[in-house]
């Protein structure tokens, strides 16, 4: 009966949960909009002497859309030749300093299906050997050695590097971009990963 109470539980959670983070989300982004645009909404507003709130809508929406042209008109100039230089050297003179930022781009490239990643494949380590498995990113292939990134969830930009035997790892064929997502949305979606073990369906298979 307990069990039957938890599994129901849990389901309830399970379905619930996406919609509330969709909401949790999208407050969190008007909020984000509203404390930085609201000085520059104010000044308008009290140097056009007016004081209603479809006029303080319209502004928050012309802002929105300048904000929005602007990321247009910034990836329009990446396009080009010259954009991507100028691109490139900023962002290795400056912004690959930045603790984090590596990962946090990666991260980004990942979640928006860009193909290039230092991530080679996605994999199951068993730390320890305890039986239990994480899910990781194999960053270099050293033979029997195997340097492994284990993100840590709902934040992929942090984590431990591992290097560990071949032997402690199950290989997947599944997409990094998979495995990233399901750091991020704090394992939902496993079962991509799973699906993938290379060997037999549903057998895992530790090293080669």
């Keep these: 009966m307990i069990r039957y109470i938890n599994t129901t539980l849990l389901g309830g959670v399970a379905?619930?949960?996406p919609l509330a983070l969709v909401i949790i989300v999208f407050r969190w982004v008007i909020n984000l909009i509203g404390k930085y645009l609201r000085p520059i909404v104010d000044f308008f507003t009290l140097h056009?002497?007016?004081d209603s709130k479809w006029i303080e809508?319209?502004?928050y929406l012309i802002l929105v859309a300048a904000i929005l042209f602007t990321f247009?008109?910034?990836?329009?100039?990446?396009?080009?030749r010259?954009?991507?230089?100028f691109k490139k050297a900023f962002e290795k003179k400056y912004l690959m300093k930045i603790p984090g930022y590596r990962i946090a781009r990666e991260t980004v490239m990942q979640f928006f299906g860009k193909n290039k990643s230092f991530f080679s494949q996605v994999v199951l380590v068993n730390l320890f050997n305890s039986g239990t498995l994480m899910t990781g990113f194999?960053?270099?292939?050293?033979?029997?050695?195997?340097?492994?990134?284990?993100?840590t969830g709902p934040n992929p930009t942090s984590?431990?590097?591992?290097?560990?035997?071949?032997k402690q790892v199950t290989f997947t064929t599944a997409a990094v971009d998979s495995g990233m997502k399901t750091i991020i949305s704090c394992g939902a979606g496993s079962s991509e990963i799973f699906n993938n073990v290379e060997g037999e369906a549903g057998e895992l298979q530790p090293g080669k």
């Design 159 to 166: 984590g431990n590097i591992y290097h560990v035997l071949r």
């Design 57 to 59: 809508l319209a502004m």
């Design 72 to 80: 247009f008109f910034i990836g329009l100039i990446i396009q080009t």
């Design 48 to 50: 056009l002497y007016v």
């Design 15 to 17: 379905a619930i949960l």
């Design 82 to 85: 010259i954009g991507r230089f």
């Design 138 to 151: 194999i960053t270099e292939d050293q033979g029997d050695i195997l340097t492994v990134f284990v993100p």
